[in-house]
């Protein structure tokens, strides 16, 4: 039933969402969009070598693009780069795959896991994930630019 997917605490984490917003420097952005629901997330990343230094992002997305992004604020700061896109990796297997939901600091992703029933709503629950990993690929990829490439 659709009103599982909908449970009270993703309620709670789409209403709760920290960093909000947009960073003024950062080191990359990246946008994710659900052609399907029309979500949207857009994230700013920070790093210091290999560890998110600071995050901001801006979404426009239903309860459940809203309760994963909502986990990704509360966590990535401290992330490294390998463990998030470990994270994506193990909530894509979590939906499509009947894998077991990530423990340690992103337990909370378990709340999402009724999700894996309703494909319609797969999309709109990876956004999150996608853009970080995006962003992450972004700045390493520039990182490996010459120093006068990279203007």
Same mark, same amino acid.
């Given at each position: 039933?659709?009103?599982?997917?909908?449970?009270?605490?993703?309620?709670?984490?789409?209403?709760?969402?920290?960093?909000?917003?947009?960073?003024?420097?950062?080191?990359? $952005?990246?946008?994710?969009?659900?052609?399907?629901?029309?979500? !949207? &997330?857009?994230?700013? =990343? @920070?790093? *210091? %070598?290999?560890?998110?230094?600071?995050?901001?992002?801006?979404?426009?997305?239903?309860?459940?693009?809203?309760?994963?992004?909502?986990?990704?604020?509360?966590?990535?700061?401290? $992330?490294?780069?390998?463990?998030?896109?470990?994270?994506?990796? !193990? &909530?894509?297997?979590? =939906? @499509?795959? *009947? %894998?077991?939901?990530?423990?340690?600091?992103?337990?909370?992703?378990?709340?999402?896991?009724?999700?894996?029933?309703?494909?319609?709503?797969?999309?709109?629950?990876?956004?999150?994930?996608?853009?970080?990993?995006?962003?992450?690929?972004?700045?390493?990829?520039?990182?490996?630019?010459?120093?006068?490439?990279?203007?």
């Amino acid at each position: 039933m659709l009103n599982d997917i909908y449970n009270k605490r993703i309620i709670e984490l789409a209403g709760n969402i920290p960093r909000l917003g947009r960073l003024t420097d950062p080191d990359a $952005s990246a946008t994710a969009h659900s052609k399907l629901c029309g979500s !949207t &997330v857009k994230v700013d =990343l @920070k790093m *210091n %070598g290999d560890t998110v230094t600071d995050f901001a992002h801006d979404v426009k997305a239903c309860a459940l693009g809203q309760a994963s992004s909502s986990i990704m604020a509360s966590h990535v700061v401290g $992330s490294t780069a390998s463990e998030l896109r470990e994270l994506r990796e !193990t &909530v894509r297997k979590m =939906l @499509k795959e *009947n %894998g077991a939901p990530p423990e340690g600091k992103w337990d909370e992703i378990k709340f999402l896991e009724p999700v894996r029933d309703y494909k319609a709503r797969h999309a709109s629950t990876l956004l999150t994930f996608d853009a970080v990993v995006d962003a992450i690929g972004q700045i390493e990829a520039k990182a490996k630019q010459p120093a006068a490439a990279q203007g």
